[in-house]
């Protein structure tokens, strides 16, 4: 018997919020390597958009945007719009994605990586807060992509092991591909 289970992802993606969020609020200040700090809530927001898609990723990036807006001193509403604007962005590819290509996912999360410590450097430089450019994209901004991409590389790694959807009694993969090869399951008969 298959048993799945609607309510996996909503739940895997509710405890992957909680921890992002108690991570953000205890370890990214302690975190500091060459002026970078851990951004959890860009984590958060990548993982959930290459999970379920971009309309979760924006509502994902919004939420986590105002949490990181509210717990930092940096301008409120910045880092909303640019994960908003991120989440959006890395979804709207192909709905869990993290789980059938997990290189690709890695590949677009340390892009994601790359644009959103670069538009938050510029826009840390244009109001006033960072004072040389050098500095704020090549010594700040680096070492916030290499601690975005070490940090997400477990979530991703356990994120894409993760069977969502399936529920307590699977079917063991080799009863699958036996199946396959036989032409499938009749489940159904003919009616003359």
């Known amino acids: ?3 799945h289970d609607k309510y996996s992802a909503r739940r895997t993606v509710g405890i992957l919020a909680v921890v992002c969020v108690v991570l953000q609020m205890a370890l990214s200040t302690q975190i500091s390597i060459g002026g970078g700090t851990v951004n959890f809530m860009l984590i958060l927001t990548g993982t959930v958009a290459l999970l379920s898609g971009s309309r979760a990723g924006c509502v994902a990036g919004f939420l986590a945007g105002t949490l990181y807006d509210f717990t930092m001193p940096v301008p409120a509403g910045l880092m909303m719009l640019i994960l908003s604007v991120t989440g959006f962005i890395l979804g709207s590819g192909e709905r869990n994605r993290l789980a059938e290509q997990l290189d690709v996912s890695l590949k677009l999360f340390a892009i994601a990586c790359c644009a959103v410590n670069l538009v938050y450097a510029i826009a840390l430089l244009l109001i006033g807060t960072q004072s040389d450019i050098l500095t704020a994209i090549f010594g700040h901004g680096v070492a916030s992509i ?6 997400a590389l477990p979530f991703f790694y356990v ?3 993760a069977d969502l959807g399936q529920g307590f009694a699977r079917r ?3 009863l699958r591909t036996a199946n396959a090869k036989r032409g499938g399951a009749k489940r159904y008969r003919k009616l003359h």
Not at 146 to 151: G, H, N, Q, Y
């Open 146 to 151: 290499l601690l975005d991409v070490i940090f």
């Open 172 to 174: 063991p993969n080799s």
């Open 159 to 161: 994120l894409a092991r």
């Open 1 to 3: 018997m298959e048993v």
